[in-house]
């Protein structure tokens, strides 16, 4: 297994532009964590979390802890895209997995953007 995890390290860092690729995608995700650590604070405030228009009150609330959530998203997300993008590299093609990355970097803004308006909210309450 550990031979097997070696070799495949070896390869993608073979191709230069993939391994940039995915420590361009590994900064941004460590940059997002580090953002979200230093921006929650912890209150006894609730904070909202959810909002529809199909209830009796619009928003709903959750403990600040649910905002640890966002980390722990951010660290998945980094460690399954990464891996699907060594499988992709390996099974089908380069092409394939290059493309897989630049997706994940394009989520990773659009999290980054949705994680932004949610805590701009969260600051309010």
Do not use: P
Request: aromatic share 16%; hydrophobic share 60%.
């Amino acid at each position: 297994m550990k031979r097997q995890l070696v070799t495949s390290v070896q390869t993608i860092l073979k191709d230069r532009f993939l391994s940039g690729l995915l420590a361009a995608f590994l900064l941004v995700c460590v940059i997002v964590i580090i953002y979200l650590a230093l921006t929650i604070h912890q209150s006894e405030l609730q904070v909202v979390v959810h909002y529809t228009s199909f209830g009796t009150t619009n928003f709903y609330r959750d403990k600040w802890y649910y905002l640890l959530s966002f980390i722990v998203f951010i660290v998945v997300m980094a460690t399954v895209h990464s891996v699907i993008a060594f499988k992709l590299f390996e099974k089908k093609s380069r092409d394939l997995a290059i493309a897989f990355v630049w997706l994940s970097l394009l989520m990773i803004f659009v999290a980054v953007a949705l994680f932004y308006q949610v805590l701009k909210i969260a600051s309010l309450s």
